[in-house]
């Protein structure tokens, strides 16, 4: 199952995630939120904080890499939409100054777990919940932000960090072909040194 090309067989056309990653220890992250409130476009100072619960699911199709799915809801605001995403593989060319990859995302309604495993026979892979902090740029989005486990399954009140450290990420989704905007984002990234380096993504992340 070719995502991509079922998307533009459609005529959806994916847009292309540019992506940098990096981490920060905990005892840093002051520092950061701080250079960040002068950086961005948050111009009251107020920090814009998320608190989601993500689970990854896959779908083997015989002798191809599994389809990974990503469906995201938010802990705080419990009315609003579930988003469901996926995320293509990178693209390996190293003359991009940023990761890049296809992405596709859209809200759907609460179901959609059930719907994935039950009807689509997707396995469920874990769940980890994020704790963060965002920001904009014009059209980028920076993440600070911490990832947890469950150290219960299903019990998103039982968490433990999975390490000291924070995670940092600068993004812009725009549509395909729009490759100038990479330039942008590593402008942006190296005013953050030496609070942090941020660089491509490892070909095994697992974002969310």
Sequence with gaps: MDIIKLAQDAKILPSQEYLLQ???????????????????????????????????????????????????????????????????????????????????ECAVSSNVLQFLQHEMGFSHDFDMVVKGSSFRKGVMKILVYKVYKLTQPGNLDSLEPFTKLHLVELSVVAPALQDQVADDIRAFADQLKPLVNLEKASFGSTRP
């Design 22 to 104: 990096g981490s920060i220890p905990d005892s840093n992250i002051d520092l950061l939120l701080h250079r960040l409130r002068g950086l961005t476009d948050n111009l009251d100072g107020s920090l814009q904080t998320f608190h989601d619960h993500e689970v990854s699911l896959s779908l083997k199709t015989g002798a191809a890499p599994p389809v990974t799915l990503k469906v995201r809801r938010s802990l705080d605001v419990p009315q609003s939409p579930y988003y469901i995403r996926y995320l293509g593989n990178f693209d390996t060319s190293k003359t991009r100054v940023t990761s890049c990859r296809p992405c596709l």
